[in-house]
């Protein structure tokens, strides 16, 4: 007998509450399982390598429950397994994943577990990953499924991370407004540097640039449409440069971006390819599907047709 295996993120109040309530179904439904709660940062990576262990034959999917970031550690830890199906339910505050992979959150809990990832004859979707490499640096290749984000972003990310008021945020079901408090609060002490970007070999100088976002799905920052036309299974990842521009005009960005509007402003350059290099005269912070990395310089290289995926 095949099973599901289930890693739910035990430190989110949302995902322990969302996970009540998948327990019911499954009993309900008696599905056959095994659960998993992670207890720090990295835990879901390593139980994710170690449920790919597990010989194929007893693994029908692995499950997370939680935001992008334990997403993120779950691919990663699948990283040598692609054969092994995966499926997400929201349980973070951003939950970009989920929302650029077409998730209807209109949908009842026990109609999405039933009817699309417990549903065996529902047909898995074979989507791309990024994956991120640091030259000159020792640090770990990185998949990752969403966005991405240097410079300005990067930086974004890291001080919603270390805050208090996400956590607070959280409690109240606001949790991706931490992104924006940390945009107000960086926005006009943030540095712009010049960065060169190549794309499958074409070289690009930007000078004052703020952020570069790599895009395999549209979303990052909590519901921020960076990359709009971005999609999981074209072969490309779309390409973000917002460089040159006033701090109140990047407002105005940052306004623009929740419905992808920005494409057409000065000081925005869209660019795509699958395989794109960048560096810059001073590090870059660099951080994908809400998790930071490493600093610029960075690789980014589309991974086709990788992860099997339920949603």
Known sequence: MKLYFFIIHANNKKARKIWKAVKEVLSAEGVAYRSFYTESEGHALEIAKKISCINRDLIEAVITVGGDGTIHEVINGLEDSPEITVGFLPGGSGNDIIRGLGFNKNKSLAYILKWRLLNKRNAKRIIDAGMLSFPGQARRNKRFVSTAGIGFD????????????????????????????????????????????????????????????????????GGMKICPSAKPDDGLLELCVVHELHPLKLLFLFVTVFWGKHEDLDGVTILEGRVISITSNEPLTVQADGELLGTTPVECTLMPSVLSIRV
Request: no cysteine; proline share 4%; net charge positive.
């Open 154 to 221: 990067g930086e974004v990310t890291k001080l919603t991370n270390r805050s208090t008021y996400k956590k607070w945020l959280k409690r109240f079901g606001a949790g991706n407004l931490a992104y924006t408090v940390s945009m107000f609060r960086l926005l006009f002490t943030y540095k712009p540097v010049d960065a060169a970007v190549t794309v499958d070999g074409l070289e690009y100088k930007f000078p004052s640039v703020w952020l570069i976002a790599a895009g395999n799905l549209p979303y990052y920052g």
